[in-house]
């Protein structure tokens, strides 16, 4: 199995940012630049952004997710944290990794907004999380809550992907997880991380664990699309 584990922490719920440690020479990590910059994005204004043919400097060219982080890039899924990194390591949240998926999508925003009091009109995620609401494919933490600022983790990832994919008319095997701590995952990720499993989709962390209730992180999620991505367009 390819290695996916590195540890980072984010206090993204309270809009602080922690040191994020990692096995790499990138520094430290600001979660709110990381935000900032997904704002530029989705407000046109990525002129900082390098071209898929420019190389992050945190992102070395043996590192397991490499081509993942150009596959995505290329694709215009995701974006460089800053003109010269991609911040492999930091956690996805919740507004990202809807955003990553609307893109995917090509589909337009809807017409109505997701209604949650903590996702205003205008924000760089807000059509995202509209369509990805009006298609089933994400829900709000509350009934008036989406939390876009909340680290996602891995068995959330493998939920929301299996919905997409339902979604976009894609079957994805089924069958029992084969992970050391299948007993871990929540009952409603069960068969989403077994059929994503099957499908090579997703991996493991050292010993054959799944690792449910931690983060995923941005290569994690890179990595994750380009496989569904080439197995989708075979």
Known sequence: LVRESIQN????????????NVDMQIGQFNAKELNRH????????????????VS???VPAGAWYAEAVSFVVARGLFQGDSATTFAPNADMNRA????????????????????FTDVAAGTWYADAVAWAKANGIVSGVSSSQFAPAQSITREQTAAILSRYS????????????DFADRDQISDYAQQAVASMQAAGLIQGRENNRFAPKEKSTRAEVATILMRYVKMTEQ
């Open 56 to 58: 992050f400097t945190d």
């Open 96 to 115: 990202m990794l809807v955003t990553v998926l609307y893109r995917l999508s090509g589909d337009s925003a809807p017409a109505q907004a997701a209604g």
């Open 9 to 20: 922490s984010l206090d993204a719920a309270s809009g602080k940012s922690k040191k994020v």
């Open 166 to 177: 339902a979604y976009k008319g894609h079957t994805l095997p089924t069958g029992p997880a």
């Open 38 to 53: 997904f704002e530029k994005i989705e407000d046109g204004e990525d002129s900082q952004t390098p071209a898929p043919s």
